[in-house]
């Protein structure tokens, strides 16, 4: 469960959206593009949300910038999991699978409550969902 959760975390997200930004087929490049700017947008708003609801966490760690809800790592395996899905096709049940590793990792290891994860698959799908919605808008964005 450590290593769902070290997947989970935002040094290994960015560090493969730029080994695939950079080494990937030109679907995958744009399918990190778009997961950029989804984890992007997504980040902001559970950051932003964990600073208002401030809930602590199960562990009983009250820090108002790391506060329990909504689960970080669930939304972002939750963003990815929806674009892979959408745009690689035979790999969508494998992003699928992580994700639910990763938000199973957080409840398991004592850092959320279920409905911290479950949350934060929500807002992630909805962000990515969002993003696959401006899809052209954002390819031809550069960077």
């Given at each position: ?22 080494f ?11 997961a ?59 992003a ?48």
């Amino acid at each position: 469960m450590e290593t769902a959760t070290k997947i989970g975390e935002t040094k290994a997200g960015l560090i493969a959206l730029a080994f695939f930004g950079f080494f990937g087929t030109p679907t995958a490049q744009v399918t990190a593009k778009l997961a950029a700017v989804s984890l992007l947008g997504s980040g902001a708003i559970s950051q932003a949300t964990k600073w208002i609801v401030n809930r602590e966490r199960p562990d009983g760690d009250t820090n108002r910038r790391n506060s329990s809800f909504p689960s970080q790592h669930a939304v972002g395996a939750a963003a990815v999991a929806v674009l892979v899905s959408k745009r690689h096709d035979r790999l969508g049940w494998f992003a699928w699978a992580v994700a639910l590793w990763i938000g199973l990792s957080r409840i398991y290891l004592g850092r959320h409550y279920p409905t911290d994860v479950l949350s934060g698959y929500l807002l992630g799908a909805i962000a990515s969902w969002l993003v696959l919605r401006g899809e052209r808008w954002f390819e031809k964005l550069h960077f």
